[in-house]
């Protein structure tokens, strides 16, 4: 079946380490995404990315950093100068061009960083 | 820069009622879509409406309906006949249609009272 799928689930990491997360997509989508939600924030944008080898900073960029060398991946590391990392974290795809009009999320991520 | 602003951070309705969410947004461009998703605790984001900003009439999904007024910049989602199913966080959401980028309101949590 065709989706988002996000990996690990849950994880656990110590202060001052590096983590990525996995975002995965076999819906031939040209647009990702990667939020971050904590209590009464709402989902925060981390970075996007409308095309593979190109992606832009979100409102919240500070602290992570991005690849997109395949059209199916588009991997979130949480580096050591975020501040406060543990969170919940969503993937998002979505078509662009004029069938933009639909966006596909994954399951989510949780980081807990003790 | 885009705002999504969600003004009521918590709202309850009677079971059969019907309740609408507030939803105003900041934008300079004419080209973009409006979104509202359902995060039940499960965190799974589910698509509820979506309008393109090109058309006029208020979209419309069951029991579901949004009032679009453009030039006020404000896509209130109504919900009729509300059901215990119905409570969940609701996320108002932006997409622009120069790049691609969707920002989200900070959420409103429903409580359907039986």
């Known amino acids: 079946d065709g989706g988002i799928t996000q990996s690990p689930k849950y994880l656990f990491r ?16 040209d647009a990702m995404y990667w939020y971050r939600q904590d209590p009464g924030q709402g989902l925060r944008l981390i970075y996007y990315s409308q095309i593979v080898n190109d992606f832009q900073k979100g409102d919240i ?3 992570y950093s991005v690849s997109r060398e395949k059209k199916e991946s588009f991997p979130l590391t949480v580096t050591s100068a975020q501040k406060n990392p543990t969170a919940f974290y969503l993937c998002a795809s ?6 933009r009009n639909t966006i596909y999320f994954g399951e989510g991520s949780w980081l807990t960083v003790v | 820069a885009q705002t999504v602003t969600q003004s009521q951070p ?24 409006l979104f509202w998703y359902k995060q039940p605790p499960s965190r799974q984001m589910i ?15 069951n029991r579901f ?5 453009k030039a006020a910049k404000s896509f ?12 969940a966080m609701y996320f108002c959401a932006y997409r622009s249609g120069r ?4 920002i989200f309101g900070k959420g409103t949590r429903l409580h359907i009272l039986p």
């Open chain 2, 47 to 61: 698509l509820v409406i979506r309008q393109e900003a090109y058309k006029q009439q208020n979209a419309t999904e």
């Open chain 2, 99 to 102: 790049d691609d980028k969707i």
């Open chain 1, 94 to 99: 979505s078509t662009t061009g004029h069938s």
């Open chain 1, 61 to 63: 960029a500070e602290g």
């Open chain 2, 10 to 33: 918590e709202m309850s309705v009677q079971e059969a009622e019907t309740v609408t969410l507030s939803c105003t947004y900041d934008t300079s461009e004419s080209d973009y879509y």
């Open chain 2, 76 to 87: 209130s989602l109504k919900i009729s006949d509300s059901q215990l199913g119905d409570a």
């Open chain 2, 65 to 69: 309906s949004v009032n679009f007024q």
């Open chain 1, 14 to 29: 110590k202060e001052g380490q590096n983590v990525t997360l996995s975002c995965e997509q076999n819906l031939n989508h």
